[in-house]
């Protein structure tokens, strides 16, 4: 949906448009909802804060299982008896219920395998979706089900971390995942057809994950099940080089066969320079005359890069 905001004032002082028209234009405006969206955004405040308060007042699982329920009826009540006037505080509920049932699975399940627990969080994050048609928790949805093939992120004191421990398998699922939610959005609603493609472009970027993991150290196939000190794990795996040719052959084709501008061919083309960034310093370090070298280099690329970007765009498949 377009909007286009017009001075009717303005247009019609300037003789553009008569009175008549600016009245008429006055009328099919679309009503003033800055009130009902500082209402709304209150009561989520306000919910946040019960939420927490509850809680912090009764610390245990249970607590947390009552709160994400009673969020998800709210939020459910809202959506079937109030239309409109409370969409955004039948949202926030949505997500925080949504969430705070998946952080309850993770609690109760913290004992059981990994895998267990990520295809549950899987499965609410996705029914949640697709029923309140959230791209946000589509994109979750996908993250957690990374966590299933061994993928995530870690934070501590000043420090980030992204781990694959299955980059071929991840490559492999969220590779065939990405391309068929790209063919599904052409064949769906416009409503649905958002959620596949938030979810496509999410699967994109696991692969782009695995790709950067495994450039660095390659992969032993089913070696996630096996200590890395044990020597009886199986030998077959692939070498670094392998998804270092791999990723920048699968970069260099989404950057040059989709259209410019798509989040296809940006993201790829960002993916290629973290690539090429990678790759350098793994090889030659971080010593002067390589930053020197790397730096050159960054030139021309930037001088090649606005010379490209200066010509005609080619025609192609959207991202």
């Known amino acids: ?56 007042l009764v610390p245990n699982a249970a607590t947390g299982l009552l709160l994400a329920l009673g969020a998800l009826a709210a939020a459910e009540g809202l959506r079937r008896l109030t239309g409109e006037s409370f969409a955004l505080l039948a949202t926030g509920l949505a997500l925080m219920g949504t969430l705070g049932l998946a952080g309850w699975v993770g609690w109760e399940f913290r004992e059981a395998h990994p895998t267990q627990p990520a295809l549950l ?17 589509a994109a979750l949805g996908v993250i957690a089900l990374g966590a299933v093939f061994g993928s995530g992120t870690g934070y501590w004191h000043a420090s980030y971390a992204l781990f694959v421990e299955e980059p071929t398998l991840t490559i492999a699922v969220f590779g065939l995942l990405a391309a068929g939610l790209y063919r599904l959005r052409g064949l769906v609603a416009e409503s649905w057809s958002s959620l596949a493609t938030v979810a496509a472009r999410t699967s994109l970027i696991l692969v782009h994950f695995a790709f950067w993991v495994g450039s660095l150290w390659g992969d032993v196939l089913g070696g996630a099940r096996w200590s890395y000190e044990d020597a009886a794990q199986p030998g077959f795996g692939l070498p670094a080089w392998f998804f270092a040719i791999g990723w920048a052959a699968l970069s260099l084709t989404l950057a040059l066969a989709t259209r410019r501008g798509s989040f296809l061919s940006i993201s790829a083309i960002v993916f ?43 025609p192609s498949s959207a991202g």
């Open 1 to 56: 949906m377009s909007i286009i905001r017009l001075d009717l004032a303005a247009l019609q002082a300037a003789n553009q448009i008569t009175p008549e028209e600016a009245a008429r234009l006055s009328a099919l405006a679309l009503p003033d909802r800055r009130g009902s969206l500082a209402v709304n955004l209150l009561l989520i405040f306000g919910a946040i804060a019960v939420s927490v308060a509850a809680i912090a």
């Open 121 to 137: 969080i899987t499965f609410l994050l996705a029914a949640g979706a697709i029923w309140y048609r959230s791209a946000f928790l």
């Open 272 to 314: 290629l320079a973290i690539h090429g960034y990678t790759q350098y310093f793994e090889t030659f370090g971080a010593e002067p005359l390589s930053l020197l070298i790397a730096g050159l280099v960054l030139v021309a690329l930037a001088i090649g890069a606005a010379r490209l970007l200066r010509g005609r765009g080619r």
